[in-house]
């Protein structure tokens, strides 16, 4: 990581707050810190702000502020107090893996030399975090993939992947939206869960910084909790009370 962070210019109304030159945890939780440290303070004239795995967009109105007032602000606030140090939200999905709802499963273990029983009681075995949604609304991209079950991508990208797959791509797992997407992931299960649902009153399930444990369930308790997800329950459960 960086000692300090460095503000680099996006655009007319954009500044980008970098932490890192890779992808590492402690640079994921710093943007998650200064982004909850720059929504406490309220800056006037910062309109939106997006994490990233090493970097916080801030989207910003000129006339409001001007980009030198911008980083003189953000950078007051680092290293960040303990408004932005709150713990996220601690989440537990469901998932059935494998079979039609994970098609890629068996290669993932064939590529690792383990079973299939085996990779998911890897993958069931860690916590991962939410660095970012990007890709798609709702598409959260995981932190936190135990390094035995790191697989590349698929040499030839499918044009379309079930909606609500939960896939490894190199270092980094991913649940994505209710939506059919491309991708060349590999896809190892399903969850019935919507991260991304227009009619609720906040659209999107998950935020960065929240954590996640996924549990396994079979095809008869999906199918069960797919139904009364679309019938708008929720069936991700919080954990942090």
Same mark, same amino acid.
């Given at each position: 990581? @960086?000692? =300090?962070?460095?503000?680099?210019?996006? *655009?007319?109304?954009?500044?980008?707050?970098?932490?890192?030159?890779?992808?590492?945890?402690?640079? #994921?939780?710093?943007?998650?810190? $200064?982004?909850?440290?720059?929504?406490?303070?309220?800056?006037?004239?910062?309109?939106?702000?997006?994490?990233? @795995?090493?970097?916080?967009?801030?989207?910003? +109105?000129?006339? =409001?502020?001007?980009?030198?007032? $911008?980083?003189?602000?953000?950078?007051?606030?680092?290293?960040? &107090?303990?408004? *932005?140090?709150?713990? *996220?939200?601690?989440?537990?999905?469901?998932?059935?893996? &494998?079979?039609?709802?994970?098609?890629?499963?068996?290669?993932?273990?064939?590529?690792?030399?383990? #079973?299939?029983?085996?990779?998911?009681?890897? @993958?069931l075995s860690s916590a991962y975090r939410v660095a970012m949604i990007g890709f798609a609304p709702g598409f959260a991209y995981l932190s936190g993939l135990d390094p035995r079950l790191e697989t590349g991508r698929r040499t030839e990208p499918?044009?379309? =992947?079930?909606?609500?797959?939960?896939?490894? &791509?190199?270092?980094?797992?991913?649940? #994505?939206?209710?939506?059919?997407?491309?991708?060349?992931?590999?896809?190892?299960?399903? =969850?019935?869960?919507?991260?991304?649902?227009?009619?609720?009153?906040?659209?999107? $399930?998950?935020?960065?910084?929240? +954590?996640?444990?996924?549990?396994?369930?079979?095809?008869?308790? @999906?199918?069960?909790?797919?139904?009364?997800?679309?019938?708008?329950?929720?069936?991700?459960?919080?954990?942090?009370?």
């Amino acid at each position: 990581m @960086y000692p =300090t962070p460095r503000f680099l210019p996006s *655009g007319d109304c954009a500044l980008t707050v970098e932490f890192d030159s890779r992808i590492s945890a402690e640079a #994921s939780e710093a943007v998650v810190a $200064l982004d909850r440290a720059i929504a406490a303070a309220a800056i006037s004239g910062v309109r939106e702000t997006v994490p990233t @795995y090493r970097s916080l967009l801030v989207f910003f +109105d000129p006339p =409001t502020i001007r980009r030198a007032a $911008l980083v003189s602000a953000i950078a007051a606030l680092w290293p960040v &107090g303990e408004q *932005g140090k709150t713990a *996220g939200r601690r989440w537990r999905i469901p998932v059935a893996f &494998g079979g039609a709802h994970g098609e890629d499963l068996p290669l993932v273990a064939e590529t690792h030399g383990l #079973s299939e029983a085996a990779v998911v009681e890897i @993958y069931l075995s860690s916590a991962y975090r939410v660095a970012m949604i990007g890709f798609a609304p709702g598409f959260a991209y995981l932190s936190g993939l135990d390094p035995r079950l790191e697989t590349g991508r698929r040499t030839e990208p499918r044009r379309a =992947t079930p909606p609500r797959s939960v896939s490894i &791509g190199g270092v980094q797992t991913a649940i #994505s939206p209710p939506l059919s997407l491309p991708s060349g992931w590999q896809m190892i299960g399903r =969850t019935p869960v919507r991260s991304f649902d227009l009619s609720r009153r906040v659209p999107f $399930l998950f935020e960065a910084g929240d +954590d996640i444990r996924f549990e396994r369930v079979d095809a008869a308790e @999906y199918d069960a909790l797919d139904q009364r997800a679309a019938a708008g329950e929720p069936v991700a459960r919080r954990e942090d009370g």
